[in-house]
């Protein structure tokens, strides 16, 4: 049992020495969005969107209907995306109102 307790401390040693090396590597890159305000301190926009449906929950003390729910998550998709093409959302949201194309 003990051979097997050491042969694991070395795989975790080789392991942080990887993850050292790694670091030592690309120390421009760690922490540089605290520098560049145009780098995500994450990677996962699908999280960041959600996190803005469970703050609105917090706010209102949740949701009163399923209706509620869908209509709000349907209008901040649309907006999301119209952010994300870099439209403007008051003219991205007027051009859908008046049967104009928005996503081409």
């Given at each position: 049992?003990?051979?097997?307790?050491?042969?694991?401390?070395?795989i975790?040693?080789?392991?942080?020495?990887?993850?050292?090396?790694?670091?030592?590597?690309?120390?421009?890159?760690?922490?540089?969005?605290?520098?560049?305000?145009?780098?995500?301190?994450?990677?996962?926009?699908?999280?960041?969107?959600?996190?803005?449906?469970k703050?609105?929950?917090?706010?209102?003390?949740?949701?009163?209907?399923?209706?509620?729910?869908?209509?709000?998550c349907?209008?901040?998709?649309?907006?999301?995306?119209?952010?994300?093409?870099?439209?403007?959302?008051?003219?991205?949201?007027?051009?859908?109102?008046?049967?104009?194309?928005?996503?081409?």
């Open positions: 049992m003990a051979s097997k307790q050491a042969y694991q401390k070395q975790a040693k080789k392991e942080e020495a990887k993850l050292l090396r790694r670091l030592d590597k690309y120390i421009e890159n760690h922490l540089l969005f605290l520098t560049d305000f145009r780098v995500y301190f994450d990677d996962n926009m699908s999280e960041r969107d959600l996190r803005k449906c703050n609105r929950q917090k706010m209102s003390g949740g949701f009163r209907t399923e209706a509620g729910i869908k209509m709000y349907n209008i901040l998709s649309v907006i999301e995306t119209i952010k994300r093409r870099k439209i403007g959302i008051f003219n991205g949201i007027k051009d859908m109102f008046e049967g104009r194309p928005v996503f081409i």
